[in-house]
């Protein structure tokens, strides 16, 4: 059976992707404040300022948003940008809030729709609003037609950041396309030496920085995958020239939303910088009928005048206590083992419970079985879809298994593929139109697989249906949620032709509800995020999960430039790396056991090495780099994260910090990737210790220099710094710095 989305449906989703998205609960409230008669609005919170206001044409406009000012302090009120020529009209040049596609608009509208008499003419004027405890929300209506826009802001007060999402809705007699929607618009007044940072990438060089002027034109990242993508992620930074890592002006955002989305920045005819960011318009149509509503995502946006070291820092903080799952004190991650480089698609209980022995033997606190257990799964061509468990392996179903792996001391984590069939499967030849297609077109596969249409009621309901069991049925404490290949061919049939396009945003909604809803059944079950790697980390899908895949790509020394990527926008809180084994598997790039832990320490850790192939010394390294991890995880997860020195730019060297939020523990990794001519390695200075505490140095591994000092204030060790020894090439270091 299909269903199309009913009003009611549309709305209830929607929010739950955009509104609840903003993970406005929480004890903090920011300060909103409204001058009436001045017409302006307000949101204040952490050090942060923001404003906007309406003009004398009922149209809201930006008005500040920077560094938080007094609350004397009065901002003038709206008035619409003066017109340069008959060619660069108000309409251009104007820092619109929400700009709807109408009155001469030719930069990037939020809401752009279409009337069934063929007019596509938007003009947006307020009608009201309400101020809360920590938001604002305005309502604005076309100037003739019922179409009726409610924008959100909320702050978080101590952060600053802000969350924006619009909701437009159809109180014509008829209906209306959405042909374009974005969450918010963000503009900055002109300023000669704007500079944009974002994210791009590929499978296996996911989360790479990239930097450039911003100047007169467009850029556009984005993904038209139905998913995140590896390629782009939905981040952006927009800086001075002058910012560097600690110090200058940095306004950052990044979108809610795990679907197919873009972020367009240009420069207007005035030199004035905008960013939209919301749903994907390529391909993009939302049908509403009368009385139906559509919500956008939502926009997180924050300010910090402490470089990118600082905005990082604000919205890792933002990210744990507001968006994760148990904000405003998320679980710290476990030490986990996963057996697919161990064992492949060649799992049985005998072979995973002799590695699960092993893994114990070091400290692993979950052990994750991965593809190969269920259906006739024996490589990447069948099976996929039949989530039942495979007799020939497991002739005891999973049971023995996991108590096994309970004994020993150990949680039992399992790998999914819910969204995806192979051809060759039962629940392909039973249900060939539930996958996402075009009535009489080719099925393009990837990995030997297609997408199931998650926006059908049908496929809904079998896999809450399918996954409710598995967890009722077992011990299970994690799923390893995997998403192996983008959309194609993205056709509903079975619902009007005028409506089929719904499927980019019914699909996330019903993501997002199948996974709360395992939430709400299985509260103490712990999801990854995992899409051939990082392909779907986003502020959408980690509000519902409780950790990402940052990468398939292992290799310690290419996990650093990534990881350095990672956290500009996410917090180390959800990054999963993994230890596997030399050479790896991807660059065949051999490097020691312990730099290879080195790498993996600086988020969630993981241990992914084949265990049958370590020698004796192996288990006793790995043993204590796991005991010691254990002992500083907490401050590398959830701490104040120091990019000391960056991997960026080829640079020979690395080192991070992670800072206790009490500053009474500092962790440091340190790494030279290549050396030549002897040439001497600089000290590395500290930054966030309390400078009047003293500091007690515990080396984890490495050497440092001889005549660094066992106890030391946090003033010298930010201002003499710390010397490590390090020689050659792939070398690490580590170092706790703790208050006794």
């Not at 919170?45 to 309406?54: E, H, Q, S």
């Not at 108000?90 to 608009?105: C, I």
């Not at 179409?147 to 109180?171: P, Q």
């Not at 367009?264 to 009385?291: C, E, I, Q, W």
Request: proline residues 5%; hydrophobic residues 40%; contains cysteine.
């Amino acid at each position: 059976m299909t269903e199309v989305n009913g009003a009611r449906r549309s709305v209830c989703i929607g929010l739950l992707g955009g509104l609840a998205g903003m993970a406005l609960g929480g004890a903090a409230k920011a300060r909103p404040t409204v001058d009436d008669q001045g017409k302006v609005f307000r949101l204040d919170g952490g050090k942060v300022t923001y404003a906007f206001g309406l003009n004398p044409q009922g149209q809201l406009q930006t008005l500040y948003w920077g560094s938080a000012l007094a609350a004397a302090d009065k901002l003038p009120g709206a008035a619409a940008f003066r017109e340069n020529s008959s060619n660069e009209t108000q309409s251009v040049v104007t820092p619109f809030e929400f700009p709807g596609f109408g009155g001469g608009l030719t930069v990037e509208p939020a809401l752009k729709v279409t009337f069934p008499d063929g007019v596509r003419d938007l003009a947006l004027r307020y009608v009201d609003h309400q101020a809360g405890e920590d938001r604002i929300v305005v309502r604005l209506k076309d100037v003739s037609r019922a179409v009726h826009v409610t924008l959100t802001y909320a702050m978080d007060e101590a952060t600053g950041i802000l969350s924006r999402s619009a909701t437009v809705e159809n109180r014509t007699n008829s209906w209306i396309q959405v042909d374009q929607l974005a969450a918010a618009s963000i503009n900055l007044p002109y300023q000669d030496d704007y500079q944009l940072q974002y994210l791009t990438g590929k499978w296996s060089g996911e989360f790479t920085l990239e930097t450039r002027a911003i100047t007169p034109g467009s850029t556009v990242i984005e993904s038209r995958k139905g998913v995140t993508s590896h390629q782009a992620n939905p981040w952006i930074a927009i800086s001075r020239a002058g910012t560097d890592e600690e110090a200058g002006p940095v306004w950052f955002g990044a979108l809610a939303w795990s679907g197919s989305w873009r972020i367009h920045v240009d420069m207007d005819a005035a030199g004035n910088v905008r960013a939209t960011a919301g749903y994907n318009p390529f391909d993009f149509s939302y049908r509403l009928k009368a009385g139906e509503s559509l919500a956008s995502p939502a926009f997180h946006s924050g300010y910090s005048d402490e470089g990118f070291g600082g905005a990082s820092r604000v919205f890792h903080r933002y990210q744990r206590t507001r968006i994760l799952p148990g904000a405003p004190t998320p679980r710290v991650r476990p030490v986990l083992y996963n057996s697919w480089e161990a064992t492949y698609f060649a799992v049985d209980e005998k072979t995973q419970g002799e590695i699960a022995e092993k893994a114990a033997g070091l400290g692993v606190e979950r052990f994750v079985m991965d593809d190969g257990w269920f259906g006739a799964r024996n490589d990447d061509r069948a099976g996929l879809g039949d989530w039942v468990v495979n007799r020939k392996k497991f002739p005891n179903g999973l049971a023995p298994l996991i108590r096994r792996v309970n004994d020993l001391g150990m949680e039992f984590g399992l790998w999914v593929e819910p969204e995806m069939v192979n051809p060759d499967s039962d629940l392909y030849r039973a249900h060939p139109d539930w996958i996402i297609h075009f009535t009489g077109r080719p099925r393009s596969e990837a990995r030997n697989q297609l997408v199931l249409n998650l926006a059908r009621k049908d496929v809904y309901e079998y896999l809450l249906k399918m996954l409710d069991t598995l967890l009722k049925d077992h011990n299970i404490a994690f799923l390893k949620w995997d998403h192996n290949r983008a959309w194609s061919e993205p056709g509903w049939p079975g619902v009007a032709p005028g409506e089929q396009q719904r499927l980019y945003v019914a699909y996330v909604d019903n993501l997002y509800k199948l996974l709360g809803e395992l939430r709400r059944r299985h509260p103490k079950v712990e999801i990854e995020s995992c899409a051939s790697g990082g392909g779907r980390v986003d502020l959408g899908i980690m509000r519902l999960t409780d950790q990402v895949w940052t990468s398939d790509n292992t290799d310690p020394f290419d996990r650093l430039m990534i990881q350095d990527g990672f956290t500009r926008a996410y917090t180390p809180a959800v990054m999963m790396a993994w230890v596997t084994d030399a050479p790896n598997f991807l660059n065949k790039r051999v490097t020691s056991l312990e730099y290879r832990f080195l790498s993996a320490m600086q988020g969630g850790l993981g241990i992914g090495a084949n265990l049958n192939h370590w020698k004796p010394e192996d288990f006793q390294k790995a043993k204590q780099l796991v005991a010691d991890y254990k002992t500083i995880r907490l401050t590398v997860q959830q701490g104040n994260l120091y990019r000391l020195v960056s991997p960026q730019k080829n640079s020979p060297r690395s080192a991070t910090l992670s800072v206790s939020p009490d500053a009474n523990q500092a962790v440091l990794f340190a790494f030279l990737h290549a050396s030549s001519r002897m040439e001497r390695q600089p000290r590395i200075q500290l930054r966030g210790l309390d400078p009047k505490k003293v500091y007690t140095l515990r080396t984890i591994s490495g050497t440092v220099a001889p005549e660094t000092p066992k106890q030391a204030s946090g003033a010298y060790w930010m201002g003499n710094g710390i010397g490590l020894m390090l020689w050659g090439d792939f070398a690490a270091g580590a170092v706790a710095f703790e208050v006794q």
